[in-house]
């Protein structure tokens, strides 16, 4: 596609209004379509990647706050995109660009917005509004523009209290694809043999996933979020991997039942976000509704185990519930050892489990980052050679995984010092969740 210059967008000056489920308001100008959008008010802390946050399927049915000041500078075009089309049910800003200006931008965002009949709001003050969601916690909203703006606040906020609230919903079948395709390592730049295929599970996968195992060489079969486990075992894999994706993991009763049988079979398992959700209810954890959750790409996570500390891309707002002094067993089924591999160091919640005696992990967060750090890209090897060490030596794989999470002896006393620490990280200082019971596979939710 052609980089043709942006043209500057089109301001209607339209009134809009973002009304909050606790009756607070804030008013600002129309920005993108205009109507009604409803969901549950998030803020997202990222500097950089606006494009890549509205097009992340996770978003599905919230309405994102951005907490940078300045958004639509640089445009949008085709490459940066993460799926098909944008996912945000509405979008807020504080101040919005008057004109794009990048020798990439092929359309501003004010115009992709309203040709996908996003719903916007500028001029509002993003930080008062994130403030408000950090002391009451992410809530139902709706943002009302034009005509629809002119209603009472009273029955503004009838409209908003009538939607169904994020616990509980179950959307990982909306985002996901109808058919299965494939992305081989030669799409993107691969010369040498293929070194493995995967089974990905589509629960809200974004693009860039499947790019970084094609740089490795690794084939991608790509699943829709229904698929069974004989969907699975006709793509030959080496290996399983579940995505990130949006609701309420509560409600992924099957995809939970297809992992155990993924994990009965000994396949190599990894999954991100959603997908570690998902594993630890396999394995007999709970999850429950962070306070506000975790959406941003400059979250702390330490490596329990290396006393290493990654900067982190995340988009979250439910997590599991496993005990942080592990290793422990499974509560459900024949699945062995589990433990807490990472640890988000604001506020204790679980970044990552490994299985110790099955070839399974996962992490919370996103190491495929676009945009984001690259700190975790490693991720994406060690699943490559767990995979390896399986197919080679099939029982193999867990000492592979355990020589991946060991470290030496003077970086364990780091890890320890660190664990140490993660008191002060916690429901006190933050105002996020306590911990909860371990025993329970059901979702616990926290009053906002």
């Known amino acids: 596609m052609s980089h043709a210059p942006s043209k500057a967008p089109v301001r209607t000056n339209a009134p809009a209004v973002l009304v909050l489920e606790d009756g607070r308001t804030f008013r600002g100008r129309a920005y993108g379509a205009e109507g009604t959008a409803l969901g549950e008010a998030v803020f997202a802390t990222g500097m950089t990647g606006y494009q890549e946050t509205i097009t992340d399927p996770s978003y599905a049915r919230q309405l994102v706050v951005q907490t940078a000041p300045h958004i639509g500078n640089t445009g949008v075009n085709a490459d940066d995109a993460e799926s098909r089309r944008i996912w945000v049910a509405g979008y807020i800003i504080r101040d919005a660009a008057r004109r794009p200006s990048n020798w990439r931008s092929e359309q501003s965002l004010d115009e992709q917005l309203r040709e996908q009949g996003i719903v916007g709001i500028e001029g509002v003050d993003t930080r008062a509004i994130t403030r408000h969601l950090r002391e009451r916690g992410a809530m139902r909203a709706g943002i009302f523009s034009g005509a629809d703006a002119a209603a009472g606040e009273e029955r503004l906020v009838e409209q ?24 081989e390592p030669a799409d993107h730049g691969w010369t040498g043999e293929t070194q493995a295929t995967i089974a990905a599970l589509d629960l809200g996968i974004k693009a860039m996933t499947p790019k970084h195992f094609a740089e490795r060489g690794v084939r991608t079969v790509v699943l829709p979020a229904g698929a069974t486990f004989e969907d699975i075992t006709a793509a030959g894999p080496d290996g399983v991997f579940m995505s990130n994706g949006p609701g309420d993991p509560a409600t992924a009763d099957a995809q939970v039942e297809l992992l ?48 290493k500390v990654e900067i982190t891309s995340h988009n979250h707002g439910f997590a599991v519930d496993a005990p942080l002094d592990g290793p422990v067993d499974a509560p459900a089924g024949a699945y062995g050892r589990v433990e807490v591999s990472h640890v988000n160091l604001n506020d204790d919640v679980v970044e990552g489990l490994a299985c110790l005696d099955l070839p399974a992990f996962s992490v919370q967060y996103h190491p495929e980052a676009a945009a984001g750090p690259h700190d975790s890209a490693y991720l994406f090897d060690r699943f490559l050679d767990l995979m390896r060490a399986e197919k080679e030596s099939p029982g193999s794989g867990n000492a592979v995984l355990a020589s991946a999470l060991d470290a030496p002896s003077e970086a364990a006393a780091l890890a320890t010092a660190a664990a140490a620490e993660l008191g002060t990280h916690g429901s006190k200082v933050t105002g996020t969740q306590p911990r909860h019971s371990t025993t329970s596979s059901s979702t616990t939710q926290e009053e906002n």
């Open 160 to 183: 908003v209290l009538a939607q169904p609230s994020m616990a509980g919903a179950r959307l990982a079948e909306e985002v996901s694809i109808d058919e299965a395709y494939v992305v």
């Open 260 to 307: 155990r049988r993924v994990l009965d079979a000994r396949l190599p398992f990894f999954g991100i976000c959603f997908g570690n959700q998902i594993l630890g209810r396999a394995l007999g954890f709970g999850t429950y509704k962070l306070r506000y959750g975790h959406r941003g790409i400059n979250q702390p996570v330490l490596d329990r185990r290396t006393g």
